[in-house]
């Protein structure tokens, strides 16, 4: 927190706001006490519609408070749309978060990120790539990002985390106190304690609702350079990360083991058909990154993929 108090916290808890609209305040004003002497009228003239929704400013000024409180006590912090700490990718968005909350530390602007995603119901050929794939993506350096869910996500955070490599990074969809599901809360933990964060848009305290993890999806791809969808049947919501990859411009791929014919892999066949790029080891895509070998733990070459 630095000037500008807790003016991103009041932001994030007003009623009915869109994204865009968070986004809008967040430039608009500098600190809290900026905010806090208008009223919800002054609001609805400067957003020019009405917030149906009913609170005070007083209202917002105490939950602001309390979300604070929870921050510093379960190691929250957050760094606004406006601050040069930001994720610049992130801020490449065309609907950022107003405030980016985390535990942890948030990856440095220079460091080579890559989202590795994919269903909550994989086959074991997609389960064991995730983890390959991402573990030596992490042995080179490069922060794997994915969503903290079962499957193909958690498979790969463990392969990130078994690398000991570079930094892994989870985006909830909930608060970054509240890890969901449950079974994975030992993942979170190992990604804190190995130098890693987790992230969400949503202010501490907040649970897991059924629409943020779509909204999540799109800062998973945002954080990216390049995502992959290891494994996804038609309307998984890893399709939705391969859509936002394309509106934001990342690299997209699909694992080799999420074409193979197969219900599971419906979604990732259809994604190769259309032109992406199909990837069998860690390898494809450091070259296409045109990175070299910083490690030497594995044989670059090797087949069980191909």
């Known amino acids: 927190m630095d000037n500008r108090g807790l003016l991103d916290l009041m932001i994030a808890r007003i009623p009915g706001l869109t994204v865009l609209e968070r986004g809008k305040l967040c430039r608009k004003f500098d600190r809290e ?24 400013m007083e209202q917002l000024c105490v939950q602001a408070e309390k979300d604070a409180a929870a921050a510093r006590l379960r190691g929250i912090r957050w760094v606004s749309l406006v601050s040069p700490a930001y994720p610049p990718l992130l ?14 530390a948030l990856p440095g602007p220079e460091r080579p990120v890559a989202a590795v995603v994919g269903t909550r119901r994989p ?15 992490s042995r080179q350096g490069v ?31 909930s608060g970054a106190d509240e890890v969901y599901p449950a079974a994975n809360r030992v993942v979170a933990r190992r990604i804190l304690e190995s130098g890693g964060a987790i992230l969400s848009e949503y202010p501490p305290g907040t649970p897991p609702r059924k ?40 690299d997209l791929w699909v694992a080799s083991a999420g074409v193979v014919p197969s219900p599971g892999g419906a979604g990732t066949a ?9 990837i069998r080891t860690a390898w494809d895509i450091l070259d ?15 087949d069980l993929w191909r």
């Open 33 to 56: 006490g900026e905010l806090s002497i208008l009223s919800k009228k002054d609001l609805e003239l400067f957003l020019d519609r009405p917030l149906r929704r009913p609170w005070t």
């Open 91 to 104: 801020r490449e968005m065309y609907d950022p978060p107003a405030a980016l909350f985390f535990r942890g």
């Open 123 to 137: 086959s074991g050929r997609a389960l064991a790539q995730a983890f390959d794939i991402a573990r030596e993506l």
């Open 143 to 173: 922060t794997v990002v994915s969503g903290l869910a079962l499957g193909i996500d958690a498979m790969a955070h463990r392969g990130s985390l078994d690398a000991a490599g570079a930094p892994a990074v989870a985006v909830l969809g």
């Open 211 to 250: 629409w943020y993890f779509p909204a999540r999806n799109r800062i998973i791809s945002a954080l990216a350079r390049g995502v992959l969808i290891v494994e996804a049947p038609e309307n998984s919501g890893a399709l939705i990360t391969a859509r936002f990859a394309l509106e934001q411009n990342r």
């Open 270 to 278: 259809r994604l190769a058909e259309e032109g992406a790029k199909i």
């Open 288 to 302: 296409e990154w045109n990175m070299k070998p910083v490690q030497t733990g594995e044989k670059k070459g090797r």
